[in-house]
């Protein structure tokens, strides 16, 4: 028997338009923009979302529902079985390039995978997968990738002043451009400012790659043909590609997703570590009198990589992500859903939902240690499926050996920023509120 997904109302529509849809859009899909993000976490924006949500699925939940997004309805996918199937099929039947994410994108990656379909998304996803080993335990270069990580650390330790996420974000930076392109490129702060830009671009969605994309190209592609052995670059010749791949075009997604998503990710870990002492306590015999140049000690610390995995399902730097159908599909229930279909996954809601995760809004690192969430297709902040993030393994380890040696060498107290309720923390923790003391 075919039945129709329930409707939200028109209303309820409008809500979620202004609550879950604008602030997603006013704080910049892709370069946040600080003054909104300071206001948006400081109002209980995410909490008003979060709400919404939560009485939206319980009132036509479980199954997949309708929700009027501007003008159109969108469908909602709550339930772990659906989002699998969502995710699972990924990039195909279920695309990866709604329009607005398409457009902005255009502006400074045309050519990224995460906007890519069918043989062109197989061929861009090998190369990816072959340049960051993806799946590995361990990155071949992850050796000399630790001791940039922790070099990076001591320079913020010898500061002598309270951190702030800038300071971590332009440590991230150099991190990226050294990882990513090699030393030569450690300085080449002119080149993460072209991306800058090329991102703040991106939030009007444009549609075609920004004025200045093509010297950005140019200028990653003099690195691509001068690759360094210690980096990515240098891995880069012996991996699957062809002349669609476009090599230069892919290290994009990597350089901001290194240099600007994972900064702000442990920023968070870092706050959140400083208001619980026992968890403290614990990252701190992980890492105490270890040499965190050496990749064993920066594996070893598995506990503080479940204070990062943590941190991401708390404050997800994705809170909203959609797919849009290539064809018509049709679901287990019988209904058909026609090419076009924009399907959404509210991260925030489903990381936080009080109904059926019990840690909902408490920091639960062990979760990620000894409990089963990493098997949670509903904690998406690094995806799941053929579609999820290549490069997870890769930031989750640079972030151990940079959180690790902070914590080692350092006393992190949080000296600006909301006070951190263990039991009920947060929807949205500020990165720019806030001021770590080393
Ligand atoms: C904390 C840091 C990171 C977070 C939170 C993150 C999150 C994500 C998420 C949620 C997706 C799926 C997006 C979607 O399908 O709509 C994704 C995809 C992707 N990520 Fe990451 N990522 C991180 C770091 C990295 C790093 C370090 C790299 C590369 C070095 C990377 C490379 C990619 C690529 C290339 C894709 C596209 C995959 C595809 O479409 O097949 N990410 N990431």
Known sequence: MVTDFKHASVIE????TAQVGVPNVLQGLFRKRELVVSTVGRLPADHLAYRLVEGLARKYGPDPFWVRVGAEEALLVTHPDDIRVVLGGSPSPFAPDPDAKRKGMSAFQPTALTISRGDLWIERRAFADAVLDTGAPLHRLAGGFASVAVDEADALLTLGRPITFDD???????LTRIVVLGAAAADDT??????GSLMAAGNKMPGEPASGYDAFHARLAEYV???DAAALTGLVAD???SDRTDV???LIHWLFAMGDTLPANLVRALAALTAHSKVMGVVRSEVAGKDLTEVESVTGATYLAGCILEAMRLWPTTALFGRVLAEDYRWVNGQKTPAGTQVLIHNLYNHRNRDRVPFADRFAPEEWVTGDAADDWRFNFFSHGPQGCPGAGLAVFLGQAFLGQLVKVGEPK???GPRLTPDKLPYALDVYGLEIAL
Not at 13 to 16: A, E, I, P, S, Y
Not at 168 to 174: C, E, G, M, T
Not at 190 to 195: M, N, R, S, V, Y
């Open 239 to 241: 991996a699957p590609q």
């Open 190 to 195: 002119a080149l993460t400012e072209q991306l």
């Open 168 to 174: 971590v974000n332009l440590a991230f930076q150099r």
């Open 414 to 416: 949080l000296t600006k």
């Open 225 to 227: 043909a001068a690759p």
């Open 248 to 250: 230069p075009g892919q």
């Open 13 to 16: 529509g409008v809500r979620f």
